[in-house]
C-alpha cells in the first residue's frame, strides 16, 4: 500500500509534472507558515523542555577545569548521570550596541577569575508567532552561549562531537538542552554541545540597510561562529573536532539544512562531518531586500521611534533593549495568522539561494546525512477550521497569496479528497506510515478537507524540504517517527528524554542508538532491531527508502494533543517496536 506523502512521482523524479506545484521551488518559496494555539504546550517543546528538572546532585571538580584562552571556565559532575557539564560559557561577544546585527565576534579577555560554570547562559529575546492574545517573554541580548556535557572518559581519548541546534520557528527557544541521556544510552560515545543564536528581529532583520551596514542572517552566522568556537577549542574538553554532527528539530532541522548550503557548500567538512536534521523548517524564503522583509525592518524601526529613513538601522542601534524586544514580539505577532516575521532569507555571501535549488545541486558541506520527518507533521500548523472545499480554497489562497485559481486547482488535483465536510463523526484512524488508511484521506484528527490542507502543510513544510536533504548527499539516511499520534516534534523526548508514556523503553533506547551510531560511526543502523540492521540508505539501487518507527500492542489511553485534540495512544505494559524498511513514495 502506498505511504502517505503524496510526492510520490512528482518529487525528484523524472517523471516530474513541471506545472505542478508539490514540492517545487515555485511553491515553497511563497508557502507561509500557519501555527494553532496552544502555545504553553510548544514552549513545552522548545524552550521550557529545555529546562528539565531533576533531583541530581552536582559538584565542582577541580579537574574540570578548561582554559579557552580568553577565559577560564569551571565544569561540574553530575554524580547522578555520571556527565560532566560546563553551562553558560561564552562563545562570542554580546552582540549589542555597535555589535547590533554585526557578525559575530571573540569576546573579550577576562581571565582574572575562573568562572563556575553552573548556570546557563541568558535566554535571547523570543518572538511568538501570530496568535490571539500573544504573550510577551522578555530575554536578553547577551545571549551567545553554549554548552559542554561530556562522559567521565572524554579526556582519555577524543570522542566524536553531538552540537544541539534548537527550533523555535528562528523566533522562540534557547540552549538549555540536557542531552545526558543520549549520551548515556550510547555508553558515553560522545561529548555534547548545546548552542544559542540570536532570534526573531535580533538574529533575522533584514534589508538593503542591513546589508550595506551589517551582517544578514545573523542567527545563522552565530551558529556558524559556535561551530569554529567547536573546532578551536572542543578537544580541551576530549572531543574530535573532525567528528562533528550537527542536529536540529523543526528550525533548528532547517538549520541544518542551510548550513548545508551555506558559502554554495564551498565550508565542506571545515565546520562539521554529519548532519541530523529532524522535521528540518522550510518557510517562505524571500529575498534580503524583498519588501516583506523590508517592511517589517521599518516597522521595527517606526515602533521604537526611528523615522529618519536614512539613518534607520543607526538609530535601531541605540534603541532601547525593551523597546526592540516589545516591538520584535509585536511585529511578530501581528501579521498573517500564526507566522513569524524575522527568518532566514537570500543573500549575496552567506544563504545564496533557496534550499529547494541549491539542494539539487549536490554541492554541500559536510560528508553524510540523517534525516527524518514525523507520520503528522500537519495539525499543529493549520487552524482546525477547514470544513468545506471553500475554506480549503480560502486557506490556500491566504498560504500562497501569490497563486492563480487555476494554481489552486492544480494543488487540490494533487491532494484528491471526496469533497465532503469533515464529519466529527466519521470514522478516523491512526496512520503507521505505511498501510492504509493513510493520512491522505483520514487520520486520528481529520478527515475530508481538513486533512488535505493538513497533508498540504505538512509536506510543503517539512516532508518535502527532507527528500531533497536527503538527495543531496551520497551517504543519505532517513527515518520517519510514526509512534501514534507522532505530531511535530513528538519524537525530541524519544531520543532526549524524558521518554513519554507511548515511548516505551525499549523504542527511546533503539531511537537513541540510532543517532548515536550516526553521530560515532556515520551510518543509524543498530543490531538490536531486524529492520534497522540493514538500514539501506537513502538510494540504494531500489529508490528512496527509509526507516519506519512506530510501535504495536500496549493499552489504550486517551491524551491530548499538542493542538488540542483527544487522541487515543499506547502505553506499556505490552508495547513492542515496529521497525520497518518502506519505500519513502
Aim: with cysteine.
Amino acid at each position: 500500500m502506498p505511504r502517505r506523502i503524496n510526492c510520490r512521482g512528482i518529487v525528484l523524479s523524472a517523471a516530474c509534472v513541471p506545472h505542478l506545484f508539490h514540492c517545487t521551488s515555485g511553491f515553497l518559496s511563497i508557502f507561509k507558515m500557519k501555527f494553532l494555539a496552544p502555545y504553553a504546550l510548544w514552549l513545552n517543546g522548545v524552550a521550557a523542555a529545555a529546562i528539565v528538572s531533576r533531583a541530581e546532585e552536582a559538584t565542582l571538580a577541580d579537574n574540570l577545569t578548561i582554559d579557552v584562552d580568553y577565559a577560564i571556565y569551571q565544569g561540574q559532575k553530575n554524580q547522578t548521570t555520571g556527565i560532566n557539564s560546563w553551562k553558560g560559557i561564552r562563545y562570542a561577544a554580546a552582540p549589542i550596541g555597535d555589535l547590533r546585527w554585526k557578525a559575530p565576534q571573540t569576546p573579550a579577555k577576562d581571565r582574572k577569575t575562573t568562572i563556575k560554570a553552573t548556570e546557563y547562559g541568558a535566554t535571547c529575546p523570543q518572538a511568538f508567532p501570530s496568535i490571539p492574545n500573544p504573550p510577551f517573554i522578555p530575554g536578553n541580548e547577551d545571549c551567545l552561549f553554549l554548552n559542554v556535557q561530556t562522559p567521565s572518559n572524554a579526556k582519555a581519548k577524543k570522542l566524536p562531537v553531538l552540537v544541539w541546534i534548537h527550533g523555535g520557528g528562528y523566533g522562540l527557544g534557547d540552549g538549555r538542552k540536557d542531552l545526558s541521556e543520549i549520551i548515556n544510552a550510547n555508553d558515553g560515545g560522545f561529548v555534547g554541545v548545546s548552542i544559542q543564536y540570536r532570534l526573531g528581529a535580533f538574529g533575522f532583520l533584514s534589508s538593503a540597510d542591513v546589508k550595506k551596514d551589517g551582517i544578514l542572517n545573523a542567527g545563522l552566522r552565530d551558529v556558524a561562529f559556535a561551530l569554529e568556537w567547536i573546532q578551536e577549542h572542543i578537544e580541551k574538553f576530549g572531543g574530535d573536532r573532525k567528528q562533528v554532527t550537527i542536529a536540529g528539530e523543526s528550525a533548528g532541522g532547517g538549520a541544518v539544512m542551510l548550513l548545508g548550503i551555506a558559502e554554495k557548500g564551498d565550508l565542506k567538512t571545515s565546520l562539521y562531518k554529519n548532519g541530523i536534521a529532524a522535521s528540518p523548517w522550510l518557510p517562505a524564503q524571500y529575498d534580503y531586500n524583498h519588501a516583506t522583509p523590508t517592511a517589517h525592518y521599518q516597522d521595527l524601526a517606526q515602533r521604537v521611534g526611528c523615522n529618519s529613513t536614512k539613518t534607520l538601522l543607526k538609530c535601531l542601534r541605540v534603541a532601547d533593549s525593551q523597546a526592540l524586544q516589545e516591538a520584535n514580539n509585536a511585529i511578530s505577532t501581528t501579521g498573517t495568522y500564526a507566522t513569524w516575521a524575522f527568518l532566514p532569507v537570500t543573500e549575496p555571501d552567506f544563504i545564496t539561494s533557496r534550499p529547494s535549488k541549491s539542494l539539487t545541486k549536490g554541492k554541500v558541506n559536510g560528508q553524510n546525512i540523517l534525516v527524518g520527518n514525523n507520520a503528522n507533521e500537519g495539525p499543529l500548523f493549520v487552524p482546525p477550521i477547514i470544513s468545506t472545499l471553500d475554506d480549503l480554497k480560502n486557506w490556500l489562497h491566504l498560504d500562497f497569496p501569490t497563486l492563480s485559481d487555476a494554481d489552486i486547482q492544480t494543488i487540490l488535483t494533487a491532494y484528491p479528497s471526496p469533497d465532503h465536510a469533515d464529519d466529527p463523526n466519521a470514522l478516523k484512524f491512526a496512520t503507521n506510515g505505511i498501510d492504509s488508511p493513510t493520512a491522505v484521506n483520514v487520520s486520528q484528527v481529520a478527515t475530508g478537507h481538513q486533512q488535505r490542507a493538513n497533508n498540504i502543510h505538512a509536506e510543503a513544510r517539512f516532508v518535502c524540504p527532507s527528500y531533497w536533504l536527503n538527495s543531496a548527499y551520497a551517504n543519505s539516511y532517513h527515518y520517519q517517527y510514526s509512534v501514534p499520534f507522532a505530531s511535530h516534534q513528538d519524537d525530541i523526548d524519544a531520543y532526549f528524554g524524558p521518554s513519554q508514556p507511548n515511548q516505551s523503553p525499549s523504542f527511546s533506547l533503539a531511537f537513541r542508538r540510532i543517532w548515536g551510531n550516526f553521530i560515532t560511526r556515520s551510518n543509524p543502523s543498530i543490531a538490536d532491531e531486524e529492520a534497522a540492521k540493514d538500514w539501506p540508505k537513502w538510494k540504494d539501487g531500489e529508490g528512496a527508502r527509509l526507516l519506519n518507527l512506530n510501535t504495536t500492542g500496549g493499552v489504550p489511553y486517551q491524551a491530548v494533543t499538542q493542538f488540542g485534540a483527544s487522541v487515543t495512544q499506547f502505553r506499556e505494559p505490552g508495547l513492542q517496536n515496529d521497525f520497518d524498511v518502506a519505500s519513502a513514495w
